[in-house]
């Protein structure tokens, strides 16, 4: 069966006794975090940005083209299509919903907190 306590070291845990994304795919994290700093410093937070940028007709979720639109007209397009595979919850799927993008900014939405004050505010969109 093999020994889960190295195995989870090895993965960087160490001695945190948790493991980050970062941990498991570094560079995927990086695209994510700097995404998310994109967004937020364009729109405050991620839920504006949702709203604003991603969902701006309301449909409460939002195609691949249409993403990759959005990410454009910030600055994003290199990483637009991959962002979106990283993003989306199973493989295949062509939509992204708002608790696909960013769980903070969701919880958020369903207690009606537009300017995320619950979830800290500005925040950087992880997931944590």
Sequence with gaps: HGDVMTLFKQLGAGDKGHLLFADLDADADQVLSEF??????AHGNMLAAWINAMDHEGTGRVTREAFTDA??????????????RLMRPEAGREILTLRDF?????NAFCRGDFRMLSEGGLHDGRKD
């Design 71 to 84: 990410c454009q007209k910030v600055g994003i397009s290199d990483n637009a299509q991959r962002i979106f």
């Design 102 to 106: 960013d769980t903070k900014a969701y």
């Design 36 to 41: 998310r700093a994109t967004l937020v410093e």
